[in-house]
């Protein structure tokens, strides 16, 4: 990896380079043991087939890959291995892997063997579809029963499951082309995994309502195989679709709004530590703070007074979002907190609550936990803060809003977060998130309107598991799903990731957008024993002091020949570009300014660039 490795990802650890596998026309990416990026013609068919092993708390083991072997030519290809998973209490399971394709068809199988017993949540194949060109478009699925079923991908984010009971689904690739996807050795169902902001509907084995975990027994092989056919009825070969030569071509749009306000999160474990560092917080001067208060984790009214000391410097809104307990009566307990915060001398210009309960998941088959009505709490938030705006939805994710979606008549405003590495980790799966999150916007105004809208704290590293019962640690600064702290944050692929967060949520007339902390795992500075070596502004810094200074201006946005790769908007007669991509990229800007301007740039790898236009 090159030198400036670190500046890039925060780590000097590099992923691994997929290896292209090609069968005439199909091709795929091998990245350990998997299938990413399946293409036929240059379109992708697939995101990703993979045989996938969780614990108990949803996490995803990483195999140890053993006897590879890779063979390619004459239009085919072939892999064989042997992956080992080792679980808790020296646990084992091996699973034997053959993979097989022609130009029209790949089959993918696998034979999973535990000498001891094995502890799951899942085990065996997830397929991805993409969501960009299929979103709302024609499939054909086929049920284990042999029914079939001529339906369409969900458009809005489907909160469960939208194909249950599958065996195989069909859909155009482009005009006179097909893929089917069938599915064997077990009972498939999909579900819509826009809600977690990954970039794709997901087809995975095992219903969830089964129990879970469950025991795969010992000396049982567990076999499943995936079979993706091709039809190509196309007459004479056409020249390859999706190539991607050339410079990428910004062109100003028609879209048009106002930019949102740039909050910041601040925690009790982080309160003295943005006091401290006041000085940097007048420099990015978000026009809001929001506050996270937790009774459950002992939060009370010294962390209330930390916040009123933070609240009197900052001199700009601020919201404390709250974590009820209900373990009490609703009206008890905000009457407590609204005692506390008098005493306190805390007085927030909003107040963002919501059942403590409600920030874990309720997959689908379980019993909804113990909650009093969200109009109960509602209503005592109201009389107990009397004046003080106040909001709801959820402090988890999208999903959890769309699962339980919240009476709104009595809000000032709906909102929850996101996060990237729910579900998959690595730099490309990440990034592609930011393909979601019109869809989440569009979901969200399509179930409440005009109501104002607010999004986050929304970061790469996670700040809280609702699928599980904690987050997990990283103490070697790995690129892993569900953990609380990721390298990423630390260099230019996070502030790439929150400038090309910002610009995909401007359609949605956001009324905040917090993308960080100040201080801490999630924030835009870092003390000496953070990952950043020395210290210091972490380049997320630049991006949300940029944002903050934008926050009510109006923006125009800009239409890109390969969004995935650059994004851009105007403010004014500035045109902002991100580079999404570990690659330098080309950029023709000929479509802006006069003709004394330069027409094309170089932007580099997540790189960001503000252009004065001549205009």
Same mark, same amino acid.
């Given at each position: ?43 992708? &068919? ?20 053993? @006897? ?21 209490? @020296? ?19 696998? =034979? ?16 991805? $579809? ?17 029914? &079939? ?27 006179? &082309? ?36 469950? !025991? ?18 196309? #007459? ?34 982080? *309160?003295? *530590? ?28 010294? &962390? ?35 005692? !506390? ?73 709906? #909102? ?6 729910? $579900? ?18 569009? #979901? ?11 999004? =986050? ?36 692929? =996070?502030?790439?990731? *929150? ?62 020949? $390969? ?27 000929? *479509?802006? =300014?006069?003709? #004394? !301007? ?18």
């Amino acid at each position: 990896m090159t030198t400036d490795a670190f500046a890039l990802y925060g780590t000097h650890e590099a992923e691994a380079h997929p290896v292209r596998l090609t069968a005439g026309r199909l091709s795929a990416d091998l990245a350990n043991g998997n299938l990413r990026t399946i293409r036929y013609d240059g379109i992708e &068919v697939l995101r990703a087939v993979s045989y996938l092993v969780r614990d108990r708390d949803w996490g995803t083991y990483t195999p140890r890959i053993e @006897d590879l072997w890779v063979e390619q030519g004459n239009g085919t290809f072939s892999v064989r291995y042997v992956a080992h998973c080792k679980g808790p209490e @020296d646990t084992r399971l091996a699973i034997s892997v053959h993979i097989a394709a022609t130009e029209g068809e790949l089959i993918f199988e696998a =034979g999973a063997l535990s000498p001891t017993g094995f502890e799951t949540n899942r085990c065996g194949f997830c397929i991805l $579809h993409p969501i960009v060109g299929i979103a709302g478009r024609p499939a054909r699925v086929e049920h284990v029963d042999g029914s &079939v079923n001529e339906t369409r991908f969900p458009d809005q984010i489907e909160p469960w499951q939208p194909f249950k009971d599958v065996r195989a689904i069909a859909h155009q690739v482009l005009p006179g &082309v097909s893929a089917e996807c069938r599915m064997e050795g077990d009972t498939f169902e999909m579900e819509d995994q826009r809600n977690w902001s990954d970039a794709s509907y997901k087809t995975y084995v095992r219903p969830l309502a089964l129990p879970w975990p469950y !025991q795969i027994a010992a000396h049982e092989l567990v076999r499943q195989r995936i079979v993706l056919s091709i039809r190509d009825t196309r #007459s004479g070969r056409t020249p390859t679709a999706g190539s991607t030569a050339g410079a990428i071509r910004l062109e100003p749009g028609e879209r048009s709004g106002t930019m949102p306000a740039i909050g910041l999160i601040v925690t009790p474990d982080e *309160a003295k *530590a943005v006091l401290a560092a006041g000085d940097l917080l007048s420099e990015i001067a978000p026009q809001e703070l929001l506050f996270h208060f937790d009774p459950n984790a002992g939060h009370g009214a010294q &962390v209330l007074e930390d916040f009123a000391a933070i609240a009197a410097l900052h001199r700009r809104r601020s919201t404390l979002e709250i974590a009820l307990p209900c373990k009490q009566s609703p009206r008890s307990e905000t009457a407590e907190i609204a005692k !506390q915060m008098q005493a306190a001398g805390f007085r927030p210009d909003a107040i963002l609550i919501s059942p403590s309960v409600d920030r874990q998941s309720t997959p689908p088959g379980s019993k909804w936990p113990e909650c009093p009505p969200l109009e109960e709490v509602y209503a005592a938030a109201h009389e107990a803060f009397a004046g003080i705006r106040i909001g709801g939805g959820m402090l988890s994710y999208f999903t959890e809003l769309n699962r339980k979606r919240v009476p709104p008549d009595r809000l000032g405003f709906i #909102s929850h977060c996101t996060n990237p590495i729910v $579900h998959a980790a690595d730099d490309l799966s990440v990034m592609q998130t930011l393909e979601a999150l019109p869809f989440i916007t569009g #979901s969200v105004r399509a179930i409440y309107g005009d109501k104002p809208y607010r999004i =986050g704290p929304s970061t790469v590293p996670m700040r809280q598991n609702p699928y599980g019962s904690r987050t997990m640690d990283n103490p070697s600064g790995g690129r892993i799903p569900m953990a609380n702290r990721d390298p990423r944050h630390n260099g230019r692929f =996070g502030e790439a990731f *929150a400038l090309g967060y910002a610009i995909r949520v401007l359609d949605a007339n956001i009324e905040c957008l917090t993308l960080a902390a100040l201080t801490g795992p999630f924030g835009l500075i870092a003390g000496k024993a953070e990952p950043t070596e020395e210290g210091g502004n972490r380049p997320l810094f630049n991006i949300v002091k940029q944002l903050s200074s934008l926050a009510g201006s109006a923006w125009i946005g800009c239409t890109s020949s $390969h969004p995935s790769k650059v994004l851009a908007f105007l403010s004014g007669s500035t045109l902002h570009i991100v580079n999404l991509t570990a690659q330098e990229q080309s950029i023709d800007i000929s *479509a802006f =300014g006069s003709d #004394s !301007q330069d027409k094309s740039m170089a932007l580099a790898p997540f790189g960001t660039a503000s252009i004065k236009l001549d205009v």
